[in-house]
């Protein structure tokens, strides 16, 4: 069993940054992609940014150039940091951690970025 713990949510206003982490615990025998979703209320859960194990990296349009997601495998922890964040931004926020090829979510964390 893998678990996933998040932290770095909260409150911020437009134009400000946070950094979220995602450290992953357990029977890890190798970690395939580490993803970061998000969903807004009354919307569908989308993908935000994606790292491989090789370093290569997938932005949504919407965050390109703000956003950046990294990776310590020593560590199995995924990073989003978070600039220029903007109020459409406001989302419950998701690490997705694929283990050998199994998908594994965290609890999520709540992101909020008043006008």
């Known amino acids: 069993q893998v678990q996933l713990v998040e932290s770095g949510g909260g409150l911020v206003q437009a134009g400000g940054s946070l950094r979220l982490s995602c450290a992953a615990s357990g029977r890890i025998f190798s970690i395939n992609t580490m993803d970061w979703y998000r969903q807004a209320p009354g919307k569908q859960r989308e993908l935000v940014a994606q790292?491989?194990?090789?370093?290569?990296?997938v932005y949504a349009d919407s965050v390109k150039g703000r956003f950046t997601i990294s990776r310590d495998n020593a560590k199995n922890t995924v990073y989003l940091q978070m600039n220029s964040l903007k109020p459409e931004d406001t989302a419950v926020y998701y690490c997705r951690v694929v283990v050998s090829f199994t998908p594994y979510w965290g609890q999520g964390t709540q992101v909020t970025v008043s006008s």
């Open positions: 790292i491989t194990n090789g370093g290569r990296t």
